[in-house]
């Protein structure tokens, strides 16, 4: 059975005007130990699916329909304490801003502590802080009770993601969320990060999800990735396979684009810019965009087609009868 299975996943986004149709059927699976990278460009609606999954988007995010299943049961139909739970006793989520996720007013011990009453209530009290410490210790933060003694804004940014990465840790008994770790950290330090992250999974045997715009981790770290365009999975396959031979025109164009998607100036490698979501392109989101798009591309949304033993592609060239692939 797989840990986690997501299903046709719909989630919607409402300002007073206006309706964004953001996730659009997305469906992925990670099983026991499995290390997923989920790639694509800024604003593909990767951050929305992972805080869809735990349920914690923005009173805006609605999930119009689909199904998350967490160890087989669907977290959509469960009660909110079912959810929290698992939120605070299975799965941990690295956030893409360290400093945002800390709360400036607290010192670091405060609201560790206060996540470890949570996430270890089965524990004695009197354990949680040499469980605090154990957790500092294991992200390489030797200092610990300076570190705990001290607000965020005190440490450096790598520390505070480093102190994110223990927090998250202590959450983290089956499955680690990781959303863009390393943004906003020095460049000398993001390979250390996510170095770190892939070290401590295997360690704990945990699954991962890994959202990264480092590629190069991505193909390192990860067993399997998934594409996403515009909230769509468009591609899914393993890690070599795909960095290898790409299938998807859009994967094609984003691993070509890599060492600019490193950088600070995101998307700038492929031509045109990602869909108004208010208004997604009929068919084939990517239509636009596409330099083989043909009639039926506008036309006719391209089915997930598996191409070869655990290799998915969403496109009409590789749909049957298409002459592709
Ligand atoms: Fe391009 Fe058509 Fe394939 Fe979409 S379905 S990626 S538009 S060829």
Redesign the pocket.
């Known amino acids: 059975m797989n840990l986690l299975e997501v299903r046709n996943l719909r989630v919607n986004y409402r300002s007073y005007w206006y309706t964004y149709h953001v996730l659009n059927d997305v469906s992925l699976q990670v099983s026991q130990g499995d290390k997923v990278g989920l790639i694509g460009e800024s604003g593909s609606g990767k951050t929305t699916l992972l805080k869809s999954i735990l349920q914690i988007l923005p009173p805006q995010g609605r999930i119009v329909s689909g199904e998350v299943l967490w160890k087989g049961t669907d977290l959509l139909k469960v009660s909110k304490d079912y959810v929290t739970n698992v939120r605070r006793k299975e799965v941990g989520m690295i956030f893409q801003d360290p400093l945002g996720a800390l709360n400036p007013v607290f010192k670091v011990k405060e609201q560790f502590l206060d996540i470890l009453r949570h996430s270890h209530s089965d524990h004695d009290k009197s354990d949680h802080l040499s469980l605090a410490e154990e957790l500092l210790r294991s992200v390489m933060l030797p200092d610990t009770a300076r570190v705990l003694e001290s607000y965020p804004f005190q440490l450096s940014g790598g520390m505070r993601q480093r102190v994110i990465i223990a927090m998250a840790l202590a959450s983290a008994r089956d499955l680690l969320l990781a959303d863009e770790p390393t943004t906003n950290l020095d460049v000398t330090i993001q390979d250390q990060i996510l170095r770190l992250i892939g070290e401590l999974v295997v360690k704990r045997g945990l699954s991962m999800i890994l959202v990264s715009h480092a590629l190069g981790m991505v193909a390192k770290m990860t067993h399997r990735v998934y594409v996403m365009y515009a909230g769509s999975i468009v591609e899914e396959a393993p890690t070599l396979k795909l960095f290898s031979e790409p299938l998807?025109?859009?994967t094609s164009m984003l691993i070509e684009s890599a060492p600019r998607l490193a950088s600070t100036r995101l998307g700038e490698g492929i031509k045109g810019n990602p869909p108004d979501y208010r208004y997604p392109p009929s068919g084939?989101r990517?239509?636009p965009r596409?330099p083989?798009?043909?009639g039926i591309?506008k036309e006719v949304r391209?089915p997930n087609v598996e191409v070869s033993k655990h290799r998915y592609v969403a496109?009409?060239?590789y749909s049957e009868g298409a002459g592709g692939g």
Do not use: G, K, N
Request: aromatic residues 20%; glycine residues 0%.
């Open positions: 998807h025109p859009y084939c990517f239509h596409c083989y798009a043909t591309c391209p496109c009409h060239m």
